[in-house]
T-cell receptor, first 112, second 109 residues
Framework: IAGITQAPTSQILAAGRRMTLRCTQD?????MYWYRQDLGLGLRLIHY???????GKGEVPDGYSVSRANTDDFPLTLASAVPSQTSVYFC???????????FGEGSRLTVL | GQNIDQPTEMTATEGAIVQINCTYQ??????LFWYQQHAGEAPTFLSY??LDGLEEKGRFSSFLSRSKGYSYLLLKELQMKDSASYLC??????????WGAGTKLIIKP
């Protein structure tokens, strides 16, 4: 089934630990994105990639890193998790940087 | 700064019509999107407007006025399954999406 897969679905993490959220799409979309969604706030862009091999910083990049080694995968890494990174994280992709976004089901992360 | 405003919450009755407004102030404009998000789920695409006017898609319609920085999403013949949050997002001059906080729509029988 075509779409975007995120893993894990949910995770509880101790502060200071390293965590990687995985995102894979099989739609051959060029652009991919990582957002966080917090209650009362709009989706906020963390990092994005317009094409394989390139990445860019979004609105809230601090404490996060990404890589885009190929078209399909776009992992998000928290090098040393802090409680303020407790959130729901959505990976999304689009055919181009101007197209509609398709979202994964989200990863709920709790940092204690 | 860039800003998207939409009501936090709205309530409507099953079978009725509801209009969800979105006003925006962004650096440039390259299109406006509406997404639907059910609780605990991912956002899903509803509509896209880049030119002024009304776009109709079944029970849902979206309107855009670029001169007024204004859009609305119109939902007709409301069904209980329409209970969800509706997110307005604008592409700015850098083609980045700026998102509103969403409008939670509650449908009552």
């Amino acid at each position: 089934i075509a779409g975007i897969t995120q893993a894990p679905t949910s995770q509880i993490l101790a502060a200071g630990r390293r965590m990687t959220l995985r995102c894979t799409q099989d739609m051959r979309h060029n652009a991919m994105y990582w957002y966080r969604q917090d209650l009362g706030l709009g989706l906020r862009l963390i990092h994005y990639s317009n094409t394989a091999g390139t990445t860019g910083k979004g609105e809230v990049p601090d404490g996060y890193s990404v890589s885009r080694a190929n078209t399909d995968d776009f992992p998000l890494t928290l090098a040393s998790a802090v409680p303020s990174q407790t959130s729901v994280y959505f990976c999304a992709s689009s055919l181009s940087s101007t197209g509609e976004l398709f979202f994964g089901e989200g990863s709920r992360l709790t940092v204690l | 700064g860039q800003n998207i405003d939409q009501p936090t919450e709205m309530t409507a009755t099953e079978g009725a019509i509801v209009q969800i407004n979105c006003t925006y102030q962004t650096s440039g404009f390259n299109g406006l999107f509406w997404y639907q998000q059910h609780a605990g789920e991912a956002p899903t695409f509803l509509s896209y407007n880049v030119l002024d006017g009304l776009e109709e898609k079944g029970r849902f319609s979206s309107f855009l006025s670029r001169s007024k920085g204004y859009s609305y999403l119109l939902l007709k013949e409301l069904q209980m399954k329409d209970s969800a949050s509706y997110l307005c997002a604008v592409r700015d001059s850098n083609y980045q999406l700026i998102w509103g906080a969403g409008t939670k729509l509650i449908i009552k029988p």
